[in-house]
Every structure is written in structure tokens, then in C-alpha cells.
């Protein structure tokens, strides 16, 4: 739909070109005073005070019901060897993610993410509302929201979202995907999640504490309850992290930790029910140049459905970039050691042990859109009935827009 209103900035200046006006009229009623022949000008300059009064109330009501509206898309070419029938290649549609803050008043926040994205298993368009949350702050060191959001764990999953052109890559680390593109952990959550930060020395920490809705394997896939719960069973977790300040400012570390009982369903049965213990610790530094980060995650799970033994799995990455004025070369390195015993990496998908090297390069053409390259080589530790090669690599060439 084309938007015909002025905005509040054009409406506020016609409000002060008008005031002018009527200012110049004014003197020059004053100056007719003497002639008698004031009539005319009184009359328009009341029409002239009208017209502001009017235009004040528009930009007034203009900053009231503003919805500031900000998004993310991208368009990649696509060239690996992961399929049983040889190298596939082509050109590929991101995701068109839409980000809104509507302006609710003091104290009020609110976040809206709303993502279109192509599948990548049948290349039909899917809408997701990836984010829905409100907000009230208490105070610096305490805001509660409510709703969907992502899960506050580790870094990454707090720091980039569904927009490609917040990160040097053109994707993710694989463990710390999406749900629906194959990521083994819950990054999304429908509940409640406090945070705040306060200073300390000349840093501040920053905290998470979050309780949601549990999560559930449905067909291979991860599922984090979106409308309502099919059990009692909750996830929760927390993120303490400290952000350095003078001459090390740039530098953050954290630790977090979530549990949570989740059962595995296959055809509407429930199979397997896993209690998933993670704990985990971060460090990044962001400067100028460089921006270097690494993330752990240890898992202690117990099988809850017959044996009641623990299993012990761990998955991290560390990635590094170094910016040359508008080129940032960077490199990642990403592996998983998950024990198949434990049920719920066995019952996904994409549960299976990796290691990944990427190597690429980030060219800003302004600060709103970027030109990246990026291979990487993958080797998986296949299971029985796995199709796909053990081995495979990837070339991704990506157009990324933030806007």
C-alpha cells in the first residue's frame, strides 16, 4: 500500500514555515493598523493558525502510532557436494526478515520479528513469527518480557539473529542453527525472561533468567512448543556474562546454563524422554578490528525411559576476524562430540558428531549492505541409513541487506 501522509518531520516543518508566515503578517498588520485596513490580514492570519494548529496535532499523533520498521534480506549462490547424486549448485533466496519496535509508552518495550523464508528441502515459502515479545522495565537491573524470543544462551544466539548482514558469515554454526534448519538446541522460547545489568568497577555484567515452555522431538525435529504446552515440563535456564571496560573494553565472558525434559515422538508416540543438562562458558572481544569469539557447550543427560544412565556430549566453535577498512577476512572452526547413546541427539535429525572448517571474507559496500564469500569443508560421523557423504564442502557467495 503507498503511504499518502506526510511524516511527522515534513508536517513539523510545514508547522514552522507556517508560524513564519504568520509572524510576517502580523508586523504587517501592525503597520496597516495606522490605515485602518486591518480586516483582511486578522482574517488571515487566523486561517494561518488554523492550518499550524492542525499540522501540530498530525505530527503529534505521527510520534504517537509510529511503528519504526526495519528489516534483513539476502540472496545467495550456493556450490557443495552434500547429496548422494553429486555437486549441487544454484542461486538461492534468503530470508526476508522484517523487524519492528512499536513505541508503547514509558517503561513499555516491544519487539516483533517477522521472517519469510524458502525451505530448503522443497523450496516452498514459509512465514515464521520468529520473534513477539513485551516488555516492562523496572528499573536498568530489572526488565521482564513475556512472549516468544530467543533463547539467552551463549553469545551467538543473543547477539545474531535471522538478518545475515549482522554477522561476518553468510550462516551459522551448524549446532547453533535454527530448529527448522537443522540446529540441535532450543532457540526459541515462549515464556518469560528477565534481564538487566549494573555496573561493577569499570565494566558491568548483563544477566538472563528465563523459564518457557519445554521442548519436544517430533519426527527428528526439534519443537519448542509454540502454543501452549503438551506437558508440564519447562525449560530453564540463565546467562551471566561481564563486559570489560578501559583498556581491555571489547572484551566479554560468560557463562550459562539451561535444563529441561524433553520426550522424542515419532508418529504421535512418545518413544524416549531425555532430562538435557547444559552448561556452557563464552569469551568474545569485539573492537574495530578485530572481532573473535568462542563458545563451549557441555551436555550431562539422563535417559529417563529405561536405563536412567547419563551420557556426556560437548559442542563449541571459535571464530576470528580481522576488518581492513571495508574487507574482514575471517575463519571458524566448529565441532560436536555427541555420544548417540543419549536419545535426544540420537532422535534428531541433525543429532549427529561434526567438525567444520570455514575460511571467507566480508565486503562492506556501506554499512547497510555487504558482498561475502565463504567455503568451508565439513566431516560428519555418519549413522546407519545416512545417505549423504561423509566429507563434503560448500561454496557460498551471499548479497546480504540490511535496511
Not at 137 to 166: K, S, V
Request: charged fraction near 20%; glycine fraction near 10%; aromatic fraction near 12%.
Amino acid at each position: 500500500m503507498r503511504q499518502h501522509n506526510c511524516s511527522s518531520y515534513q508536517l513539523q516543518a510545514s508547522a514552522v514555515i507556517l508560524l513564519f508566515c504568520a509572524a510576517l503578517m502580523q508586523s504587517r498588520v501592525h503597520a496597516a493598523e495606522s490605515d485602518g485596513g486591518t480586516a483582511e490580514l486578522e482574517s488571515r492570519i487566523s486561517a494561518l493558525e488554523s492550518q499550524v494548529n492542525s499540522l501540530s496535532a498530525a505530527a503529534a499523533t505521527k510520534r504517537e502510532l509510529g511503528l519504526p520498521l526495519h528489516g534483513f534480506s539476502d540472496v545467495d549462490f550456493v556450490h557443495d557436494t552434500q547429496h548422494a547424486n553429486g555437486t549441487q549448485s544454484g542461486f538461492a533466496l534468503g530470508n526476508f526478515d522484517l523487524y519492528m519496535a512499536p513505541n508503547l509508552g514509558n517503561r513499555m518495550r516491544a519487539l516483533v520479528e517477522l521472517n519469510f523464508e524458502y525451505s530448503t528441502q522443497d523450496g516452498s515459502l514459509g512465514t515464521d513469527l520468529e520473534r513477539l515479545e513485551y516488555g516492562y522495565t523496572f528499573n536498568d537491573a530489572f526488565i521482564l518480557w513475556a512472549g516468544r524470543f530467543h533463547t539467552p544462551f551463549g553469545y551467538w544466539n543473543t547477539a545474531f539473529h535471522h538478518g545475515t548482514q549482522m554477522q561476518l558469515s553468510t550462516r551459522r554454526p551448524q549446532f547453533v542453527d535454527f530448529e527448522d534448519s537443522g540446529g540441535i538446541l532450543p532457540n526459541h522460547s515462549v515464556g518469560l525472561d528477565a534481564e538487566g545489568h549494573w555496573k561493577a568497577g569499570r565494566g558491568k555484567f548483563h544477566y538472563d533468567l528465563y523459564v518457557a515452555n519445554g521442548t519436544r522431538i517430533i519426527d527428528g525435529t526439534l519443537d519448542f512448543n509454540t502454543f501452549k504446552d503438551n506437558d508440564s515440563n519447562k525449560l530453564i535456564g540463565g546467562n551471566l556474562k561481564y563486559e570489560f571496560g578501559g583498556k581491555i573494553d571489547g572484551l566479554s565472558i560468560g557463562v550459562h546454563a539451561f535444563t529441561e525434559q524433553v520426550g522424542s515422538y515419532t508418529n504421535g508416540l512418545l518413544l524416549n524422554t531425555s532430562t538435557v543438562n547444559m552448561m556452557g562458558a563464552y569469551a568474545v572481544l569485539e573492537t574495530d578490528d578485530w572481532q573473535v569469539m568462542s563458545e563451549y557447550y557441555h551436555f550431562n543427560d539422563q535417559d529417563e525411559s529405561l536405563n536412567g544412565k547419563s551420557y556426556s556430549s560437548w559442542a563449541g566453535f571459535m571464530q576470528a576476524g580481522y576488518r581492513i577498512n571495508v574487507v574482514t577476512p575471517f575463519v571458524r572452526y566448529e565441532k560436536t562430540s555427541l555420544d548417540q547413546n543419549d536419545h535426544y541427539f540420537a532422535d534428531q535429525e541433525n543429532g549427529r558428531s561434526y567438525q567444520r572448517e570455514s575460511v571467507g571474507v566480508r565486503y562492506d559496500l556501506n554499512h547497510q549492505v555487504a558482498l561475502k564469500a565463504e567455503w568451508s569443508h565439513s566431516k560428519d560421523v555418519l549413522r546407519q541409513g545416512d545417505s549423504t557423504p561423509a566429507d563434503w564442502d560448500r561454496l557460498q557467495l551471499q548479497f546480504s541487506v540490511a535496511f
